[in-house]
């Protein structure tokens, strides 16, 4: 089973990049499942399981960064996380989501995007783990651009993810997603044209055979 674990920084084209490897390879693209399978497991809303992934917008990050608030793009709203008005603790819903893309990649592989998957998954044979990245004022660029958002929109944006994601793997893994130890690639996907960087990573993942 090929997996692949992509860890994109905002304005990285991840969400573009992840499905067209996932259908090059011919395995499940695993990004909005994840919180709908664990919600589906703890009897919870999709929204509460949301509130807690690292994925949404306005998932745990925000808590982590200082509760602050973000337009979601599932919902359409601006919301937050309010701390107890949960009734699982934010521990449980990343321990299931751990458990779901250890699943996963072992039944039926996949790329899966975001949620630490290089460090959940460090010790699957044969998974390719792939960090995009880019300096800032590129990544501000790109979203602007394909957003039609200002720029200053976009570096708040960019900016507060930033800080939301990687205290989400540094609060539960101990981890620092910039590491580059942890991966086998890294790419500017802002330089580089989208359908490279797809055809870079199929090409390492089919290599790690």
Do not use: W
Request: glycine share 8%.
């Amino acid at each position: 089973m090929r997996v692949v674990t992509i860890s994109a920084t905002y304005g990285t084209a991840g969400s573009q990049i992840g499905p067209a490897v996932a259908e090059r390879l011919g395995v499940p693209f695993v990004d909005r499942a994840i919180p709908s399978a664990v919600a589906q497991e703890l009897g919870c809303t999709l929204e509460e399981a949301l509130a807690h992934d690292d994925r949404a917008e306005h998932g745990l990050g925000r808590l982590l960064s200082g509760a602050m608030r973000l337009p979601t793009v599932t919902f359409g709203g601006v919301d937050m996380y309010v701390p107890g008005a949960m009734p699982y603790a934010p521990e449980e819903f990343v321990r299931r989501t751990e458990r779901m893309l250890k699943d996963m990649a072992r039944d039926q592989g996949g790329v899966f995007l975001g949620r630490a998957g290089a460090v959940v998954l460090a010790d699957q044979p044969g998974a390719l783990h792939v960090r995009l990245d880019a300096p800032l004022q590129r990544r501000i660029r790109q979203t602007a651009t394909l957003s039609g958002m200002s720029e200053r929109e976009a570096r708040r944006i960019i900016e507060d993810n930033d800080r939301a994601r990687t205290a989400y793997v540094r609060h539960f893994y101990r981890a620092d997603p910039t590491d580059s130890c942890q991966y086998h690639l890294v790419v500017d996907s802002t330089t580089i044209p989208v359908p490279t960087c797809v055809e870079v990573i199929v090409t390492a993942a089919e290599a790690l055979d």
